[in-house]
C-alpha cells in the first residue's frame, strides 16, 4: 500500500470536550430529566462530522486519565492553576466514552501518561507504517508532531472552518523555521493554560526574534553575553526554568503503547447501543440523521416561475443548479431541502394569491425593508407561507401609487380578524405596514417570543432557531447585502429574482418553527403566556411606538448648558483635591492620582490590563471617606445625564412626526420585564434631582393634552406580601399604613409614631434588599453602616416577619428541586446552577430563586394592565394615547376632555389586572410634562 493511503485519525477527547462545553455553555441543553446534555451532543456532532467529511479507516479517541503524570513529578506546579473541572464536563465523560463505544471506536488511556502523549506516539508509530495522520485537537501544542503525513487537525468552531496544518502551516502560523522549534517558543514564553513559567519577561514577538537569531532555548543560553540589559539578566537567571519549560512543553513519543493496526481498524457503530443512548439523551434530530434515510440532494431549480399553487413535487436534474454551500452536511440548506417559492407580481396575481390566503385559518408573513428602523423603513416586498415548503414573495417597486394599489389589494387579508397572523418579530412588520396605513388585526403568533418563553436566555434569531429545531441552515442576508458597516447595502438594490429565496424562505421557516415550538409551549405550560399575555400584547406596543411622544427640544438644549457648568465646577474641585490637573475621563491616570499619589487604598484593585480598577463600585466604597472620590462620582453622573440623554435625545426625533419612537423589546430580559432602545427609558435615572429632571423634557402634543402618569405603588412588596402569606405585611397593606414605617417599628421594637426618618430608611433599604436576597455585607454598603448592625437588621427582620422567611427557604427549596422558579402566570425562570457545588453560582441562583418570581410576576401585571388599559381605550374610542410603559408605570397623552375618565378608570384597571390576597394601590398624577404627573 502506498505511503499514507491509510487513513488514521486520533482525537483529543478533553480538548473535543471542553470545546462542546464552551459552545453550548451560554445556550445550555437540558433533556426532560435535568441532564445538561450539551457537552454529548457537541461532541457526537463533531465525530459524526469526522466519520462523515473524512471518511477514516482507522480511528480512536484518546482520553486523559486523572493520575499524576511524570510532567507532575518533574514540576508539581504543573497545570496547578487550572481551574476545577465544570460540572457538566465530570458528568458527560462517562457519556462520551459509551457514545465513542457504540461507534465501535476504541477508547485509550494510560495512567501517568497525557492524551498528548499517547497521540504522539501512536502518530509516529503509524506513520512508520504507511498511514497518514491526522491529529484531531484544537491545543496549538501539537504543532511539534506535524511532518509530511502528519497532521494538526483543528476542528470547525464557532463560524471557523476546519484547519489541516502541516509543516509548512505550522512554521508559518508560529513564525519559525522548523517545526520543533514549537518546543522552544513554549520554553521561552511558558504556557499560562499549563502553568509552564517560561522565561519572564518574553513574550511570543520576542521568542520569534530570539529563535531566528539562536534557533533554541539551549544555544540562546549559551550566547547571554549577546543579549542586554534585563533581558539578558532574566535568560541567565532563569535558565534552568526555560530548560524545565521546554520539557514539560515537549509531548513524548515513547509511550509504552503499541500501535495495533487491527484495533483501530473503524467498524460500522453498534446500532442498538447508540439508539438506546440517543434515546436515553434525547438526541431526536440525531438519530434522524445516523438512522434515517441518507441525505438526498435533489437539484432544485430555485426561482422558477411556477403557476401560482403548483404541488410540492420537485424534478431532479443532472445539472448542478448552485454552488456548494459551505455548511455541515448535517444541516439542510435551501439547496437540499424540497421547496416551492414563486414571485408573484402584478395586481391580478395578488389578487388570485389574497383569495387563497382568505381560505386559511393561519398565515404567516414578512416583509422586506430598507431599513431595521420602522419608522424609515421602505416595503420592497412581502412573502407570505401557510403550506410547509411553499411560498409567495410580492416585490414591490419604488412607485408610491403601485405600492399603495398592491396594499389595497392585500388589505383584506390583515385586516381579517379570523387568520391568525404569525411572524419572526412581528411587531417590527405591523409597525412598517402601520406606516403605509394598514392595520394588522386579529389573533397574532411570534415565534421569537414563543421560543423566548421556553428559553427565556437562548437565542431567539430566526436563524439560529433553524438550526436547532430544524437543522437547517437559511440564506444570510448578508449574502444579498453584504457584511455589516456603513457599506452594507439594503434589499431595494438587490434583484427581486434574488430576493425571493431569501424572502419566501423567511416566511416558511417561521411557519415551521411555529409548528416546532407548540407542542414546547404546551409541554411547559405556556399557552395562556404566551396566547393570552405575551402574544396581545404586541399590538399594544406596536401602537405606543407608533404614537411615539413629544420632546421638548428647548428645555433640553438649557438642561445641556446647566449640566456643562456643573460638571466643570466639580472637574475643577477634583483638581483642586488632586492637587494637579489630569485627564478626569482616562481611567490609567486616574487611577494613578488615587492610588499613587494619594495612596487612598493600598490594597487597591488592578484590572487585567494593569491599570487600577476606578469603576464605580470601587469609587462608591471610597467616597465614604473620600471627598475626591464622591465628586468623581458625581461628575461622572453629570457627564452622562448630559452625553447619553440630554443631548441625544434630539437627535432621536423622527423627522416625519416630530416626536420620539423608542422600541420596547420582549424578548431580552429573562425576569419578563420590558426592556426598550433608542432610547432607553427603563434606565431614564430617578434617585437624583438632575437625573429626574430629564422627564421634563418629555411633553404633550399639544396644547389640548395633558401627561398623565399612573404608576404601581410598591408592587414588589405587595406581592411578596401576597406569596409569602404573611399577616403582619398583609394588614399594614390592608389598612393603608405605612409599609417602611410598619417594618421599621417591628425590627427596632418601638411604637409605630416613634418611628424615626433614620428607621424608616434602614427598614426601607431592608425591605427591598430583602427580594434580592440582601447580604449584612450588602445591606452595610448601601446604608453606609457596619455589618454587625446590618446583620442584627436583617435578623431582627426575619424574626418580625417569620412567614418571609419562609416563603424564601421555600422558594430555595422548590428550585433545587425543579431547576427552575415561576411567576403568577407560569412564566418560568431557569436556574440550572442551584445545585451548582461552586458557592458563587450557587448563591446567584437562590437570589434568583427568591426574586424572580416576585419580579417576574410584577412584570406579568403591568403586561395584563397594559393590555386592558389598550383595549378599553380602543373601545371607548379616546382621544387619549397610552406613550409610554417604564418599569411599574404607564404614562399617557391625555386629551383635557378625558382626563376625569382616565383618573377614574385607569387605577381600577391596573389595580385589577392580576387579583392577589393584597390590595394593589395605583397612583396618579397629572401635569405640562412628565416630571409634573410622575
Given at each position: 500500500m502506498a505511503k499514507g493511503s491509510k487513513k488514521l485519525f486520533l482525537l483529543d477527547a478533553m480538548a473535543l470536550i471542553y470545546r462542546a462545553h464552551f459552545a453550548f455553555s451560554k445556550n445550555p441543553r437540558i433533556n426532560s430529566k435535568g441532564l445538561n446534555t450539551g457537552v454529548m451532543l457537541g461532541f457526537t456532532n463533531t465525530l459524526l462530522e469526522v466519520l462523515e467529511k473524512e471518511k477514516p479507516s482507522h480511528i480512536a479517541v484518546v482520553f486523559d486519565t486523572h493520575a499524576p503524570t511524570f510532567r507532575h513529578v518533574q514540576f508539581e506546579a504543573y497545570k496547578a492553576n487550572r481551574q476545577e473541572q465544570p460540572e457538566d464536563i465530570e458528568v458527560a465523560i462517562p457519556w462520551v466514552k459509551q457514545i465513542v463505544q457504540a461507534f465501535n471506536i476504541p477508547t485509550l488511556e494510560l495512567d501517568g501518561f497525557e492524551a498528548d502523549?499517547?497521540?504522539?506516539?501512536?502518530?509516529?508509530?503509524?506513520?512508520?507504517?504507511?498511514?497518514?495522520?491526522?491529529?484531531?485537537?484544537?491545543?496549538?501544542?501539537?504543532?511539534?508532531?506535524?511532518?509530511?503525513?502528519?497532521?494538526?487537525?483543528?476542528?470547525?468552531?464557532?463560524?471557523?472552518?476546519?484547519?489541516?496544518m502541516g509543516p509548512k502551516e505550522i512554521c508559518e502560523k508560529w513564525d519559525i523555521e522548523n517545526v520543533d522549534q514549537v518546543r522552544d517558543m513554549l520554553g521561552l514564553m511558558g504556557d499560562a493554560v499549563d502553568n509552564i513559567p517560561g522565561i519572564p519577561g518574553i513574550g511570543a514577538k520576542t521568542a520569534v526574534k530570539l529563535l531566528k537569531q539562536f534557533g533554541s532555548i539551549e544555544e540562546l543560553i549559551k550566547n547571554t553575553d549577546q543579549l542586554k540589559g534585563k533581558q539578558k539578566e532574566n535568560v541567565e537567571n532563569f535558565?534552568?526554568?526555560?530548560?524545565?519549560?521546554?520539557?514539560?512543553?515537549?509531548?513524548?513519543?515513547?509511550?509504552?503503547?503499541?500501535?495495533?493496526?487491527?484495533?483501530?481498524?473503524?467498524?460500522?457503530?453498534?446500532?442498538?447501543?447508540?439508539?438506546?443512548?440517543?434515546?436515553?439523551?434525547?438526541?431526536?434530530?440525531?438519530?434522524?440523521?445516523?438512522?434515517?434515510?441518507?441525505?438526498?440532494?435533489?437539484?432544485?431549480?430555485?426561482?422558477?416561475?411556477?403557476?401560482?399553487?403548483?404541488?410540492n413535487d420537485v424534478e431532479e436534474t443532472e445539472e448542478d443548479p448552485a454552488p456548494p454551500v459551505e455548511v455541515p452536511d448535517y444541516l439542510h440548506t435551501i439547496f437540499t431541502r424540497s421547496h416551492n417559492y414563486h414571485q408573484v407580481s402584478g395586481e391580478e396575481a395578488i389578487g388570485e394569491l389574497v383569495r387563497y390566503l382568505l381560505l386559511q385559518n393561519e398565515i404567516c408573513f414578512d416583509t422586506e425593508t430598507t431599513s431595521i428602523n420602522p419608522n424609515e423603513a421602505e416595503l420592497v416586498g412581502i412573502s407570505f407561507a401557510y403550506l410547509p415548503g411553499e411560498a409567495y414573495y410580492i416585490p414591490f417597486p419604488e412607485d408610491k401609487d403601485t405600492v399603495?394599489?398592491?396594499?389595497?389589494?392585500?388589505?383584506?387579508?390583515?385586516?381579517?380578524?379570523?387568520?391568525?397572523?404569525?411572524?419572526?418579530?412581528?411587531?417590527?412588520?405591523?409597525?412598517?405596514?402601520?406606516?403605509?396605513?394598514?392595520?394588522?388585526?386579529?389573533?397574532?403568533?411570534?415565534?421569537?417570543?414563543?421560543?423566548?418563553?421556553?428559553?427565556?436566555?437562548?437565542?431567539?434569531?430566526?436563524?439560529?432557531?433553524?438550526?436547532?429545531?430544524?437543522?437547517?441552515?437559511?440564506?444570510?442576508?448578508?449574502?444579498?447585502?453584504?457584511?455589516?458597516?456603513?457599506?452594507?447595502?439594503?434589499?431595494?438594490?438587490?434583484?427581486?429574482?434574488?430576493?425571493?429565496?431569501?424572502?419566501?424562505?423567511?416566511?416558511?421557516?417561521?411557519?415551521?418553527?411555529?409548528?416546532?415550538?407548540?407542542?414546547?409551549?404546551?409541554?411547559?405550560?405556556?399557552?395562556?403566556?404566551?396566547?393570552?399575555?405575551?402574544?396581545?400584547?404586541?399590538?399594544?406596543?406596536?401602537?405606543?411606538?407608533?404614537?411615539?411622544?413629544?420632546?421638548?427640544?428647548?428645555?433640553l438644549k438649557e438642561m445641556s448648558g446647566e449640566l456643562e457648568t456643573e460638571s466643570r465646577l466639580i472637574e475643577k474641585k477634583v483638581y483642586e483635591l488632586a492637587g494637579e490637573q489630569f485627564n478626569l475621563s482616562s481611567p490609567k491616570q486616574l487611577g494613578e492620582i488615587l492610588f499613587v499619589k494619594l495612596q487612598l487604598d493600598p490594597k487597591a484593585k488592578k484590572t487585567k490590563t494593569g491599570q487600577y480598577a476606578t469603576g464605580e463600585e470601587v469609587l462608591s466604597k471610597l467616597a465614604i471617606e473620600h471627598e475626591i472620590a464622591q465628586a468623581i462620582l458625581d461628575f461622572r453622573q453629570l457627564v452622562k445625564l448630559k452625553s447619553t440623554y440630554v443631548d441625544a435625545l434630539p437627535g432621536l426625533i423622527n423627522p416625519k412626526t416630530g416626536r420620539i419612537h423608542t422600541t420596547y423589546n420582549q424578548f431580552v430580559a429573562a425576569t419578563g420585564r420590558l426592556s426598550s432602545i433608542n432610547p432607553n427609558l427603563q434606565n431614564i435615572p430617578i434617585r437624583t434631582e438632575r437625573g429626574r429632571e430629564i422627564r421634563k423634557a418629555f411633553v404633550p402634543r399639544d396644547e389640548d393634552h395633558l401627561i398623565l402618569a399612573a404608576d404601581y405603588s410598591q408592587i414588589e412588596l405587595r406581592i411578596m406580601a401576597a406569596f409569602s402569606e404573611d399577616e403582619s405585611m398583609i394588614g399594614a397593606f390592608k389598612e393603608g399604613r405605612d409599609i417602611h414605617a410598619t417594618t421599621a417599628a417591628k425590627i427596632f421594637q418601638v411604637p409605630l409614631d416613634q418611628v424615626t426618618g433614620d428607621m424608616r430608611r434602614k427598614a426601607k433599604t431592608a425591605n427591598f434588599g430583602i427580594i434580592y436576597g440582601i447580604s449584612p455585607f450588602g445591606l452595610s454598603q448601601r446604608l453606609k453602616i457596619p455589618r454587625s448592625e446590618a446583620k442584627e437588621i436583617i435578623d431582627a427582620y426575619f424574626k418580625e416577619f417569620p412567614a418571609v422567611k419562609a416563603y424564601?427557604?421555600?422558594?430555595?427549596e422548590k428550585a433545587r428541586k425543579n431547576e427552575f422558579v415561576e411567576t403568577i402566570l407560569g412564566r418560568r425562570r431557569y436556574l440550572r446552577d442551584i445545585n451548582s457545588r461552586n458557592a458563587t453560582m450557587r448563591g446567584f441562583a437562590e437570589r434568583n430563586a427568591i426574586n424572580a418570581p416576585i419580579q417576574g410576576s410584577a412584570a406579568d401585571m403591568i403586561k395584563v394592565a397594559m393590555i386592558q388599559v389598550h383595549e378599553w381605550m380602543v373601545k371607548q374610542k379616546l382621544k387619549s394615547k397610552m406613550i409610554l410603559q417604564v418599569h411599574d408605570e404607564l404614562v399617557f397623552d391625555a386629551h383635557k376632555d378625558e382626563v376625569a375618565l382616565l383618573e377614574?378608570?385607569?387605577?381600577?384597571?391596573?389595580?385589577?389586572?392580576?387579583?392577589?390576597?393584597?390590595?394593589?394601590?395605583?397612583?396618579?398624577?397629572?401635569?405640562?410634562?412628565?416630571?409634573?404627573?410622575?
Open positions: 502523549d499517547i497521540i504522539g506516539t501512536l502518530a509516529k508509530k503509524a506513520e512508520r507504517t504507511s498511514f497518514t495522520v491526522y491529529m484531531m485537537t484544537p491545543d496549538k501544542d501539537f504543532g511539534q508532531l506535524v511532518e509530511d503525513h502528519i497532521y494538526l487537525y483543528k476542528p470547525a468552531f464557532m463560524g471557523n472552518a476546519v484547519d489541516v535558565a534552568e526554568q526555560g530548560l524545565l519549560s521546554k520539557e514539560l512543553a515537549t509531548i513524548m513519543q515513547e509511550v509504552p503503547l503499541e500501535f495495533d493496526e487491527k484495533a483501530l481498524t473503524y467498524e460500522p457503530p453498534n446500532e442498538d447501543k447508540l439508539k438506546a443512548l440517543f434515546a436515553e439523551l434525547e438526541f431526536r434530530t440525531l438519530t434522524k440523521r445516523v438512522f434515517g434515510e441518507a441525505i438526498k440532494k435533489p437539484n432544485i431549480k430555485v426561482n422558477e416561475q411556477l403557476g401560482l399553487f403548483t404541488g399603495t394599489n398592491y396594499l389595497d389589494i392585500l388589505k383584506p387579508v390583515f385586516s381579517s380578524e379570523d387568520i391568525l397572523k404569525i411572524g419572526q418579530n412581528i411587531k417590527y412588520d405591523i409597525l412598517v405596514l402601520m406606516n403605509y396605513g394598514i392595520e394588522v388585526r386579529g389573533k397574532l403568533y411570534d415565534t421569537m417570543l414563543a421560543h423566548y418563553l421556553i428559553e427565556p436566555e437562548g437565542k431567539h434569531s430566526m436563524d439560529w432557531m433553524a438550526e436547532q429545531y430544524l437543522r437547517y441552515k437559511p440564506v444570510s442576508i448578508e449574502s444579498l447585502i453584504g457584511k455589516k458597516g456603513k457599506n452594507q447595502g439594503n434589499m431595494r438594490d438587490v434583484d427581486p429574482e434574488v430576493v425571493v429565496d431569501y424572502a419566501a424562505e423567511d416566511a416558511d421557516i417561521t411557519l415551521l418553527l411555529k409548528k416546532e415550538l407548540d407542542p414546547l409551549i404546551k409541554e411547559n405550560k405556556l399557552e395562556k403566556l404566551l396566547h393570552e399575555v405575551e402574544n396581545p400584547l404586541i399590538e399594544v406596543l406596536a401602537a405606543m411606538e407608533f404614537e411615539g411622544v413629544k420632546i421638548d427640544t428647548e428645555s424564601m427557604d421555600e422558594s430555595i377614574k378608570e385607569i387605577p381600577k384597571l391596573m389595580s385589577g389586572a392580576i387579583q392577589l390576597a393584597v390590595p394593589l394601590e395605583v397612583e396618579v398624577g397629572m401635569g405640562t410634562n412628565w416630571l409634573e404627573a410622575h
